[in-house]
């Protein structure tokens, strides 16, 4: 199955805190998991992805943990800036060469 | 590096003409491309996959007879709108996959299109 969603869900956080956006992705097979960036009118940009294997990665300002218990992914970005305003979307598929299954997203504002 | 364009960006027109947008992979090479469609605050919908010398596979209620798709080159694929209408004023993003750089697929700026 996959998840698309029909409104984004809306975090508001202030500049300099730290934001946390989750994702409930659906195929226990999936191996890879990325998330992504998307500005007005642009398309989407990379941030980071994590293999099945591990179950935390970090990057410049942003980690991403995995949990495949329950199906659930996260994206924490640390000192969010008004610049990270966007909306975040996570995706999730089995093996790289597979069609990417895009999660509903959420819309992040950062209030200065 | 691992560029992907799109064009037009932006495509106003009448109902019943076709449209044709490029995908290209700038500098590398992608025996894979994938076509997106994204609704107005919504998540991206994958179309079809774009196979370099073969037939694109379409997803689940996606025509292929409306929705052209043609992947001539490791650089380049097509997709072409027939006889658009309203109803497919969208977002149309592409992406591609590096074969040398892993399993990340790079995302173009997509394509407005908008039918009158």
């Known amino acids: 199955g996959e998840s698309v969603g029909l409104h984004l869900p809306t975090l508001s956080v202030q500049e300099g805190d730290n934001s946390i956006i989750n994702c409930a992705y659906s195929?226990?097979?999936?191996?890879?998991f990325i998330w992504y960036k998307q500005e007005s009118g642009k398309g989407p940009q990379f941030i980071i992805d994590?293999?099945?294997?591990?179950d935390k990665r970090q990057g410049q300002r942003v980690t991403v943990l995995l949990n495949k218990t329950v199906k659930h992914l996260s994206l924490q970005i640390a000192a969010t800036q008004p610049g990270d305003s966007a909306v975040y979307f996570c995706?999730?598929?089995?093996?790289?060469?597979?069609?990417?299954?895009f999660g509903k997203g959420t819309r992040l504002s950062v209030i200065a | 590096g691992a560029v992907v364009s799109q064009h037009p960006s932006r495509v106003i027109c009448k109902s019943g003409t076709s449209v044709k947008i490029e995908c290209r992979s700038l500098?590398?090479?992608?025996?894979?491309m994938f076509w997106y469609r994204q609704f107005p605050k919504q998540s991206l919908m994958l179309m079809a996959t774009?196979?370099?010398?073969?037939?694109?596979?379409?997803e689940q209620g996606v025509e292929k007879d409306k929705f052209l798709i043609n992947h001539a080159s490791l650089t380049l694929s097509t997709l072409t709108v027939t006889s658009a209408h309203p109803e497919d004023s969208s977002f149309y993003i592409c992406?591609?996959?590096?074969?040398?750089?892993?399993?990340?697929?790079?995302f173009g700026d997509g394509t407005r299109l908008s039918i009158l």
């Open positions: 992406s591609a996959r590096d074969v040398d750089l892993g399993d990340t697929q790079h």
């Open positions: 195929n226990s097979a999936s191996d890879y």
């Open positions: 994590i293999r099945s294997n591990m």
């Open positions: 995706a999730e598929a089995y093996s790289g060469n597979t069609p990417l299954v």
């Open positions: 500098d590398f090479q992608a025996t894979t």
């Open positions: 774009s196979n370099e010398g073969s037939k694109a596979t379409y």
